[in-house]
Structure formats: structure tokens, C-alpha cells
């Protein structure tokens, strides 16, 4: 395997030799890469003198100080021009270790990126000052509290699989400073690479100081808030597509759906979109997620029917093989970045499924059926039942004719007036009680196991599960 250590250079003139002396003890199959920004210290000039007696080392100079963030970025994507398999980076102050590399390399083969981390051996930052510390710790906990990441996510001493992960994926890292190491790790954990880490002791730097301008600390926490917000009302934006998205020639290119999708991407209804995703966070997924373990088993093959943007899913992506099917194109390209582990995202109408019969173990609908007349519903519901496997399972979130929400959207169309644009397509068959659900299930096939409307909801939708049954 091509394997590269990428390091970023500013005045890092003193430690150059003494770091390639340690690198070479190791006796690696490695090249080098420094990526200097030009440095007056005259580090470029000892990496060249150095390049010359040996042609693993490369040099990548860049026009100005840009960053240790984008000179991480600038090396990634050299690395993966001249076709590397793995890379490390390091710093060059000496503060990381060559004997840690093989131990880093050795975690790549059954993760995706391993990371050195500070936080599993007591010792790891000892000789480091009391400012240094408390800054790394404080970091440590803000990323740990605000992304969900329980790694070592500031450091750059780290090893990843190129071979493993798409180029794209770095394209998707806005920052070219020290934010950099988080945002990537984010991104990366957001598209589902395994991670792992490995302890290493840091000694302090011997020569030179640190390059950290003092306003950083702030910046980053800036980034780290930016990053969380967009985490619950934006996940799509750290998704890096890997499901391939086809459009079908045979959907109408313009429906209600469409229109909808497309104003999502629009920062208006602001207030309305804040409520309904704290909603489908703080009810709906965790309620899905339980049905979902309740009816499922791990692996089944399950459809998710009018998937929309997939914020939901998100929790139940690595338990169930979902493939997701949506008459808009527009949602399906955020669902596919908002749940990369999805099994597939089809463009198709709910009504036409592509698949063969008997496809699924199961399927869900959160929000679809309300949309539909009742004879709609009928050829909805008959064609679940062809791709269900007999005796799979159905779960159905059906709003409710006396849902609080249908209140509150009441009270919006009348304050907004008749003129302002809808906040989704009309609810035309909201759910009436439990009878009603059943009679009309048992008309397609189904047999209907549990209904519940109740406070566990706010009282929105009726939560309906449901078995194919043949006669
Ligand atoms: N190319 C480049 N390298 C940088 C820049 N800022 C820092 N570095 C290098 O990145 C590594 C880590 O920087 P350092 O000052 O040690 O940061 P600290 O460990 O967080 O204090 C060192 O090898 C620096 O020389 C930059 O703007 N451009
Ligand atoms: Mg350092």
C-alpha cells in the first residue's frame, strides 16, 4: 500500500532534520510530503536541500500563510493525485512521535482513520503548561458536547484510508485553520467511517513556538456553534453522496413536492422549520427508533415510502438496510447526504414501486398518507402490500383530524393570509380514529396490530402498525 506523511511547515526550520532522522529509524515504506507556506525561516530551503539527496521527500510551497487547516487540505488532495492508499500527518514540532506511526498504520486495518489521542493514558500531556492543558481539555469537552464526538478531534496526528474514502469528502471541510481537525472528524463520522483511536504521549515543543494566533480559541468555538446549529437543522450539509441517484423519466418533473423541497433550501419559515424539526427530533426519531426496534429485526431489508429529506432516519440507518423511495429528486438528494448508511435512494412514485413483490421484510411512512384522496390510499396501501413479504410488517404516522398541529397550521394560513405560499402540500385524508384506520387497512391486506394517538406525541399523529396477511 502507497502510504504518505503529510506534514504542514511554518518556520519549522530546526526540527526538519531531526524529524526525518526519527522517521527514518522507523524504517517505513513512506514518502513525505511538507506543505510549507513560506516559511522566512528558510525551512523551505532545508527541505529542498534534504529532497535533493532523497527522492521520497516532496515539497509543497504555497503562495502565502494560509492556514494549517487548508495546508491539510492542500496535501489530502496532492495525496491523492499521485494515487496514495493511506496517509499520516503529523506536525513537525516533534510534539508527534514516529514510533506511534506503526501503531497508527496497524489500527487502519479494520477502521477507516485511526487518531493519536490524548485522553486514554494519564501521561499523554505531561510537560505541557497549565493554559495549553485547559485549552485542550475545554476543546475536548465543547466537541464532545456539541457534535456528539467522543474522540481526540483537535490533534492532526492521525492516519486515514484514502483508498477507503472519496476525495469529495475533504471538498465538504470549510475551514482552513485549526477548526479543520473537528470539522473533518465530523464529517467523516457523519458518513458513517470507522474510527479508531490509539494513546500517544505528546512531549512539548523543543524549538520554535507555537503558531496558534491568540484569537483562535474563539474562532474555533465560533465554528464549533455554527457546526452544532447546522447538525440539527442542516445535517445534509456534512453529507458526502455515495448512493447513486438516477432520475425516472416516467415522474412528472413538477409536483406539489418539488415546489416544497426546493423552498426548504430557502432560509424563510425560519420559525415554522425550527419547530417542526425540533419536533421530528425530539418526538418523532426517538419514537420511530423504538417502533422501528420493535418491528424489525437488524439487517431486514425496509422501505421507507415518501422518505422525504430523511431526518428521521438518522438513528435507524445502521440498524435496518432502508431503501428510500421519493417522487422528488430534490429530497432524495438531501437524504442521501443526511443518511449516508441508507441502502438505496429511488426515484419513483409510491404508487409504481420498482421493486420485485415480496422485496421487503417491511416498510414506514411518516407524513405521506394524509396527502393522498381515498382512493389513493387504496392503490398506496395494495402496492406496499406487493412489495411486502407476506406477514412483514407495516408502521404508518398518520396525522390526526384533531392533531394539534392541524390547529396550528389553521391559525397560520389565516394570520399569513391566503396568499402566502403553503408550508407543504394539503392534508386532504387526516387519520379519524382507530375503526376507520383498521376498516381501511383490512381493504388493502393488512391486518392492523396497535393504534395509538396520545400525549407520547403531542397529539399529532396516530402511530399504526399493521401485517401483511394474504387469503
Ligand atoms: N503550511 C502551514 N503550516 C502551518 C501553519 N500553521 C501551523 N503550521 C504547522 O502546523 C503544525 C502545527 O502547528 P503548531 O504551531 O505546532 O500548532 P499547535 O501544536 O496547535 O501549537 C506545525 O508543523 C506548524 O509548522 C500554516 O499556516 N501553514
Ligand atoms: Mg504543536
Same mark, same amino acid.
Given at each position: 500500500?502507497?502510504?504518505?506523511?503529510?506534514?504542514?511547515?511554518?518556520?519549522?526550520?530546526?526540527?526538519?532534520?531531526?524529524?526525518?532522522?526519527?522517521?527514518?529509524?522507523?524504517?517505513?515504506?513512506?514518502?513525505?510530503?511538507?506543505?510549507?507556506?513560506? *516559511? %522566512?525561516?528558510?525551512? #523551505?530551503?532545508?527541505?529542498? &536541500?534534504?529532497?535533493?539527496?532523497?527522492?521520497?521527500? =516532496? $515539497? @509543497?510551497? +504555497?503562495?502565502?500563510?494560509?492556514?494549517?487547516?487548508?495546508?491539510?487540505?492542500?496535501?489530502?488532495?496532492?495525496?491523492?493525485?499521485?494515487?496514495?492508499?493511506?496517509?499520516?500527518?503529523?506536525?513537525?514540532?516533534?510534539?508527534?512521535?514516529?514510533?506511534?506511526?506503526?501503531?497508527?498504520?496497524?489500527?487502519?486495518?479494520?477502521?477507516?482513520?485511526?487518531?493519536?489521542?490524548?485522553?486514554? *493514558? %494519564?501521561?499523554?500531556? #505531561?510537560?505541557?503548561?497549565? &493554559?495549553?492543558?485547559?485549552?485542550?481539555?475545554?476543546? =475536548? $469537552? @465543547?466537541? +464532545?458536547?456539541?457534535?456528539?464526538?467522543?474522540?481526540?478531534?483537535?490533534?492532526?496526528?492521525?492516519?486515514?484510508?484514502?483508498?477507503?474514502?472519496?476525495?469529495?469528502?475533504?471538498?465538504?471541510?470549510?475551514?482552513?485553520?485549526?477548526?479543520?481537525?473537528?470539522?473533518?472528524?465530523?464529517?467523516?463520522?457523519?458518513?458513517?467511517?470507522?474510527?479508531?483511536?490509539?494513546?500517544?504521549?505528546?512531549? %512539548?515543543?523543543?524549538?520554535?513556538?507555537?503558531?496558534?494566533?491568540?484569537?483562535?480559541?474563539?474562532?474555533?468555538?465560533?465554528? @464549533?456553534? +455554527?457546526?452544532?446549529?447546522?447538525?440539527?437543522?442542516?445535517?445534509?450539509?456534512?453529507?458526502?453522496?455515495?448512493?447513486?441517484?438516477?432520475?425516472?423519466?416516467?415522474?412528472?418533473?413538477?409536483?406539489?413536492?418539488?415546489?416544497?423541497?426546493?423552498?426548504?433550501?430557502?432560509?424563510?419559515?425560519?420559525?415554522?422549520?425550527?419547530?417542526?424539526?425540533?419536533?421530528?427530533?425530539?418526538?418523532?426519531? %426517538?419514537?420511530?427508533?423504538?417502533?422501528?426496534?420493535?418491528?424489525?429485526?437488524?439487517?431486514?431489508?425496509?422501505?421507507?415510502?415518501?422518505?422525504?429529506?430523511?431526518?428521521?432516519?438518522?438513528?435507524?440507518?445502521?440498524?435496518?438496510?432502508?431503501?428510500?423511495?421519493?417522487?422528488?429528486?430534490?429530497?432524495?438528494?438531501?437524504?442521501?447526504?443526511?443518511?449516508?448508511?441508507?441502502?438505496?435512494?429511488?426515484?419513483?412514485?409510491?404508487?409504481?414501486?420498482?421493486?420485485?413483490?415480496?422485496?421487503?421484510?417491511?416498510?414506514?411512512?411518516?407524513?405521506?398518507?394524509?396527502?393522498?384522496?381515498?382512493?389513493?390510499?387504496?392503490?398506496?396501501?395494495?402496492?406496499?402490500?406487493?412489495?411486502?413479504?407476506?406477514?412483514?410488517?407495516?408502521?404508518?404516522?398518520?396525522?390526526?383530524?384533531?392533531?394539534?398541529?392541524?390547529?396550528?397550521?389553521?391559525?397560520?394560513?389565516?394570520?399569513?393570509?391566503?396568499?402566502?405560499?403553503?408550508?407543504?402540500?394539503?392534508?386532504?385524508?387526516?387519520?379519524?380514529?382507530?375503526?376507520?384506520?383498521?376498516?381501511?387497512?383490512?381493504?388493502?391486506?393488512?391486518?392492523?396490530?396497535?393504534?395509538?394517538?396520545?400525549?407520547?406525541?403531542?397529539?399529532?399523529?396516530?402511530?399504526?402498525?399493521?401485517?401483511?396477511?394474504?387469503?
Amino acid at each position: 500500500m502507497k502510504t504518505l506523511v503529510l506534514i504542514p511547515t511554518f518556520n519549522e526550520r530546526e526540527n526538519i532534520s531531526q524529524l526525518l532522522t526519527l522517521l527514518e529509524a522507523e524504517a517505513l515504506d513512506v514518502d513525505v510530503l511538507f506543505v510549507d507556506d513560506g *516559511s %522566512p525561516d528558510g525551512t #523551505e530551503l532545508e527541505i529542498k &536541500r534534504l529532497a535533493e539527496i532523497n527522492p521520497r521527500i =516532496h $515539497l @509543497l510551497q +504555497r503562495g502565502g500563510k494560509f492556514g494549517i487547516g487548508s495546508a491539510h487540505r492542500d496535501g489530502i488532495q496532492w495525496a491523492y493525485a499521485n494515487r496514495f492508499d493511506r496517509l499520516v500527518t503529523m506536525d513537525c514540532d516533534l510534539t508527534h512521535l514516529p514510533a506511534d506511526i506503526p501503531s497508527l498504520l496497524t489500527a487502519l486495518t479494520d477502521s477507516d482513520v485511526a487518531i493519536g489521542t490524548r485522553y486514554r *493514558s %494519564p501521561k499523554s500531556l #505531561e510537560g505541557w503548561n497549565w &493554559r495549553r492543558k485547559c485549552l485542550t481539555r475545554t476543546a =475536548h $469537552l @465543547l466537541t +464532545r458536547f456539541f457534535l456528539g464526538l467522543p474522540y481526540d478531534c483537535t490533534g492532526a496526528f492521525r492516519a486515514y484510508r484514502l483508498d477507503k474514502i472519496s476525495e469529495d469528502l475533504f471538498k465538504i471541510v470549510h475551514s482552513p485553520s485549526y477548526p479543520f481537525f473537528f470539522e473533518s472528524l465530523f464529517i467523516l463520522h457523519h458518513n458513517g467511517f470507522k474510527i479508531s483511536e490509539i494513546p500517544i504521549s505528546l512531549p %512539548p515543543r523543543t524549538y520554535g513556538s507555537s503558531k496558534m494566533p491568540p484569537a483562535e480559541p474563539f474562532r474555533g468555538i465560533n465554528h @464549533l456553534c +455554527r457546526m452544532a446549529l447546522d447538525r440539527i437543522l442542516l445535517p445534509e450539509r456534512f453529507g458526502c453522496p455515495k448512493l447513486q441517484l438516477a432520475p425516472n423519466p416516467n415522474l412528472a418533473p413538477s409536483d406539489g413536492w418539488n415546489a416544497y423541497w426546493e423552498r426548504s433550501k430557502e432560509s424563510g419559515n425560519l420559525f415554522y422549520k425550527s419547530i417542526a424539526t425540533i419536533y421530528r427530533r425530539a418526538v418523532i426519531a %426517538p419514537r420511530l427508533t423504538r417502533e422501528i426496534h420493535n418491528l424489525f429485526h437488524q439487517g431486514n431489508a425496509v422501505l421507507h415510502a415518501g422518505s422525504g429529506s430523511g431526518h428521521v432516519d438518522r438513528s435507524i440507518q445502521s440498524f435496518i438496510k432502508i431503501t428510500a423511495v421519493d417522487s422528488s429528486l430534490q429530497a432524495l438528494d438531501i437524504y442521501r447526504r443526511c443518511v449516508p448508511l441508507a441502502s438505496a435512494a429511488v426515484h419513483a412514485s409510491v404508487f409504481e414501486l420498482p421493486f420485485e413483490s415480496n422485496a421487503f421484510d417491511g416498510a414506514y411512512h411518516l407524513g405521506v398518507i394524509e396527502h393522498f384522496g381515498p382512493l389513493e390510499i387504496g392503490e398506496f396501501l395494495r402496492e406496499l402490500h406487493r412489495v411486502i413479504k407476506p406477514g412483514g410488517r407495516l408502521l404508518i404516522f398518520w396525522p390526526h383530524q384533531r392533531a394539534t398541529s392541524v390547529f396550528v397550521l389553521k391559525i397560520w394560513h389565516h394570520i399569513a393570509g391566503k396568499g402566502a405560499a403553503p408550508l407543504h402540500p394539503p392534508e386532504i385524508s387526516l387519520a379519524k380514529d382507530k375503526n376507520s384506520v383498521a376498516k381501511i387497512l383490512k381493504s388493502s391486506g393488512f391486518q392492523m396490530d396497535s393504534y395509538s394517538f396520545g400525549i407520547r406525541d403531542f397529539w399529532i399523529q396516530a402511530v399504526i402498525q399493521a401485517t401483511r396477511v394474504d387469503d
